[in-house]
């Protein structure tokens, strides 16, 4: 029973086309983000939901765009794919949104744009 | 905003050894320091946390130190163990923010 799950795991594509990475929890957790993870490793938070609600928009351009149907579910399209968008997305979520909670990774969806 | 400053970002160690990670926070609001274990190929995951109320936490062979006056945090092992090896992020959590924010990690190398 895998707590977070993303899909897909692993995608290569080209500059230009669109491209969603879903994640689904069964945590029952209120809480969802997602993290990108560059060639360095640096983890950086992108978005977090709260309740389906949008939280933190961390600078992102606008081709990156997360839809959160209901609380397990927080899902993330990308227009117009550039190079360096390649990177590993982790999908992750938390209990609730303040401090002291855990946050639960997904695997992570590998990204490659060439 | 916060940010948080980690070092060595790679350390390698004898089996066996110690190994001490440590990570500054700027933002004093700051109240909650998980540190997270990344395998290779893997995805992070929580090993050991600490609040602002706590100077120090132990869990068999890991620990964590927090000065709060000088807004530092320090992951201790002892007894390294090849499967140790991985990459290590500190993180703070900001309060009123909702943000975790990570440090930029520390590959560890346990050698044989």
């Known amino acids: 029973d895998t707590a977070v799950s993303q899909t897909p795991k692993y995608l290569v594509t080209q500059m230009g086309n669109d491209k969603s990475i879903k994640c689904e929890q069964n945590l029952g957790h209120d809480t969802m983000y997602w993290y990108k993870q560059d060639s360095k490793k640096f983890l950086k938070i992108m978005f977090s939901?709260?309740?389906?609600?949008?939280?933190i928009n961390e600078t992102v351009p606008n081709r990156f765009s997360p839809k959160s149907p209901d609380k397990a579910h927080l899902n993330l399209h990308i227009n117009s794919l550039e190079l360096g968008d390649s990177a590993v997305y982790f999908c992750?979520?938390?209990?609730?949104?303040?401090?002291?909670?855990?946050?639960?990774f997904g695997e992570g969806s590998w990204l490659t744009v060439v | 905003g916060e940010n948080v400053e980690q070092h060595p970002s790679t350390l390698s160690v004898q089996e066996g050894d110690s190994a001490v990670i440590k990570c500054t926070y700027s933002d004093s609001a700051s109240n909650y320091f998980p540190w997270y274990k990344q395998e290779l190929g893997k995805r992070p995951q929580l090993i050991i946390d600490?609040?602002?109320?706590?100077g120090e936490k132990k869990d068999q062979r890991i620990a964590v130190t927090l000065n709060k006056t000088a807004k530092h945090f320090s992951l201790h092992i002892t007894e390294t163990q090849p499967e140790d090896s991985a990459v290590y992020f500190c993180a703070a959590y900001a309060s009123g923010t909702y943000k975790y924010i990570f440090g930029t990690g520390t590959r560890l190398k346990v050698l044989a």
């Open positions: 600490i609040r602002s109320n706590v």
């Open positions: 992750a979520s938390s209990q609730y949104q303040g401090s002291g909670n855990t946050i639960y």
């Open positions: 939901y709260n309740n389906k609600e949008l939280i």
